[in-house]
């Protein structure tokens, strides 16, 4: 019987590295810009949905600043196949340590893609260029030739031309041999005063030839206040019909209230205050937790604390409510949505919530994974009316609004 084996060359294995650890200052925002919505997801996601659509089933490693875990946990909530590393001090740095992570896959890809969590709009189409003009020996990297005129510019005055012929400009993602660019970036972090703005040039550096291959004008990256509004015009009319193209706000409300009872402390908005008394409850009677907890779910009309966490259940007795408002958190984030604020009202005579106030709002912050400037505590008396004015407990009312991406119509039987 004749031998009817034939030997394959194997599909090279690209995977990709996102850097998205940086701070994104010069955006204006209040997160890091990777993080912040455009037209209802976030940009990281954009990012990542962009370079799937060419490979659905790419690999991917995220490097991100070590603070910003909780907002990256939410951006890539339900996705698979994601490993996520801290960063360094800068891009630079970044780049190397998720290159050292991707190394030590079995097996590790031959070829990784380096790409920018600021960029949304990578197209198949160039993706495919890049995957065809790498090799072994030689990076490839999408450019873009300059158009506009170049000039100099010394002290607020034009100055000499630049010659732009054979000028391009640099994008992402730039696609290296894995092996090869890593041992071209443990050569640069070796070297002294040789910082460089991009891999091609750690790469030139290193002796890797890098291909040009024809880039995309869309493909830009996200910097300036003014880019965002662009960025978010184009998804809006490029897929109007989509559910990542639109989003809704959504308003939530709750309320708790629990009786005092013997203690020597209360915990209000995941922070132990000293007091006389405690808060009898179930769990620790965070009643500032509880009733934000609720808000959210009420604006995902996801049922209510009660149901998810039963107090009848003996695991939730005495349990930190942080757990349920992390819960609620990562129901939205399941869903491609985001916090957008949060204000709770503490009602009670004591004790003041005035010293606590701050303290709150960055726990409440740090639980939801968004920004303390999105985050309110409020306190008020009942003028001594009522249970809470007779000092027998203490309640909370919440609001919080919430964005999310808008589902596709159900068809009408």
Same mark, same amino acid.
């Given at each position: 019987? #004749?031998?009817?084996?034939?030997?394959?060359?194997?599909? #090279?294995?690209?995977?990709? /590295?996102?850097?998205?650890?940086?701070?994104?200052? &010069?955006?204006?925002?209040? /997160? #890091?810009?990777?993080?912040?919505?455009?037209?209802?997801? #976030?940009?990281?996601?954009? $990012?990542?949905?962009?370079?799937?659509?060419?490979?659905?089933?790419?690999?991917?490693?995220?490097?991100?600043?070590?603070?910003?875990?909780?907002?990256?946990?939410?951006?890539?909530?339900?996705?698979?196949?994601?490993?996520?590393?801290?960063?360094?001090?800068?891009?630079?740095?970044?780049?190397?340590?998720?290159?050292?992570?991707? @190394?030590?896959?079995?097996?590790?890809?031959?070829?990784?893609?380096?790409?920018?969590? *600021? %960029?949304?709009?990578?197209?198949?189409?160039?993706? $495919? &260029?890049?995957? !065809?003009?790498?090799?072994?020996?030689?990076? @490839?990297?999408?450019?873009?030739?300059?158009?506009?005129? /170049?000039?100099?510019?010394?002290?607020?005055?034009? *100055?000499?031309?630049?010659? &732009?012929?054979?000028?391009?400009?640099?994008?992402?993602?730039?696609?290296?041999?894995?092996?090869?660019?890593?041992?071209?970036?443990?050569?640069? *972090?070796?070297?002294?005063?040789?910082?460089?703005?991009?891999?091609?040039?750690?790469?030139?550096?290193?002796?890797?030839?890098?291909?040009?291959?024809?880039?995309?004008?869309?493909?830009?990256?996200?910097?300036?206040?003014?880019?965002?509004?662009?960025?978010?015009? %184009?998804?809006?009319?490029?897929?109007?019909?989509?559910?990542?193209?639109?989003?809704?706000?959504?308003?939530?409300?709750?309320?708790?209230?629990?009786?005092?009872?013997?203690?020597?402390?209360?915990?209000?908005?995941?922070?132990?205050?000293?007091?006389?008394?405690?808060? @009898?409850?179930?769990?620790?009677?965070?009643?500032?937790?509880?009733? /934000?907890?609720?808000?959210?779910?009420?604006?995902?009309?996801?049922?209510?604390?009660?149901?998810?966490?039963?107090?009848?259940?003996?695991?939730?007795?005495?349990?930190?409510? !942080?757990?349920?408002?992390?819960?609620? +958190?990562?129901?939205?984030?399941?869903?491609?949505?985001?916090?957008?604020?949060?204000? +709770?009202?503490?009602?009670?005579?004591?004790?003041?919530?005035?010293?606590?106030?701050?303290?709150?709002?960055?726990?409440?912050?740090?639980?939801?994974?968004?920004?303390?400037?999105?985050?309110? +505590?409020?306190?008020?008396?009942?003028?001594?009316?009522?249970?809470?004015?007779?000092?027998?407990?203490?309640?909370?009312?919440?609001?919080?609004?919430?964005?999310?991406?808008?589902?596709?119509?159900? $068809?009408?039987?």
């Amino acid at each position: 019987m #004749p031998d009817t084996d034939v030997t394959r060359t194997a599909m #090279p294995r690209f995977a990709a /590295l996102i850097v998205a650890a940086g701070q994104g200052s &010069r955006a204006g925002r209040s /997160l #890091p810009k990777q993080y912040e919505l455009l037209a209802g997801v #976030p940009m990281l996601r954009h $990012a990542i949905d962009s370079l799937r659509v060419w490979d659905s089933t790419l690999a991917l490693h995220l490097v991100i600043a070590p603070g910003d875990r909780k907002l990256c946990e939410a951006a890539i909530a339900g996705l698979a196949d994601i490993e996520v590393s801290d960063g360094g001090a800068n891009r630079q740095q970044s780049v190397l340590l998720g290159l050292r992570s991707m @190394a030590l896959a079995d097996p590790p890809a031959d070829f990784v893609m380096i790409h920018d969590g *600021a %960029r949304p709009f990578c197209s198949p189409a160039m993706l $495919a &260029r890049l995957a !065809d003009a790498v090799g072994e020996d030689r990076g @490839a990297v999408p450019a873009v030739p300059v158009s506009d005129t /170049l000039n100099r510019i010394e002290q607020g005055q034009i *100055a000499d031309p630049v010659d &732009r012929a054979g000028v391009s400009a640099m994008q992402t993602p730039q696609v290296f041999p894995l092996a090869a660019i890593l041992a071209a970036h443990e050569r640069a *972090a070796a070297a002294v005063d040789m910082p460089a703005t991009d891999d091609v040039a750690i790469a030139r550096r290193a002796g890797l030839a890098v291909a040009a291959v024809p880039g995309d004008p869309g493909n830009i990256k996200i910097t300036w206040p003014e880019d965002f509004a662009i960025a978010e015009a %184009r998804l809006l009319s490029s897929s109007p019909s989509s559910s990542l193209s639109r989003h809704e706000s959504r308003t939530g409300q709750g309320f708790d209230v629990h009786a005092f009872t013997a203690g020597d402390h209360v915990t209000l908005c995941g922070v132990d205050i000293p007091h006389a008394q405690s808060l @009898a409850g179930h769990s620790d009677a965070d009643v500032g937790l509880h009733a /934000l907890t609720d808000a959210l779910l009420g604006a995902l009309a996801d049922g209510d604390i009660g149901a998810h966490f039963p107090p009848s259940d003996p695991q939730w007795a005495g349990a930190a409510s !942080d757990q349920f408002l992390a819960d609620a +958190v990562s129901r939205i984030a399941a869903r491609g949505g985001r916090i957008v604020n949060c204000d +709770v009202t503490i009602i009670c005579e004591t004790p003041k919530i005035g010293p606590h106030r701050d303290a709150m709002r960055v726990r409440i912050a740090d639980i939801c994974g968004i920004d303390v400037g999105r985050v309110a +505590v409020k306190a008020t008396t009942t003028e001594r009316l009522g249970f809470a004015g007779r000092g027998e407990g203490i309640a909370a009312q919440a609001i919080a609004t919430v964005e999310l991406p808008i589902a596709p119509a159900k $068809a009408q039987a």
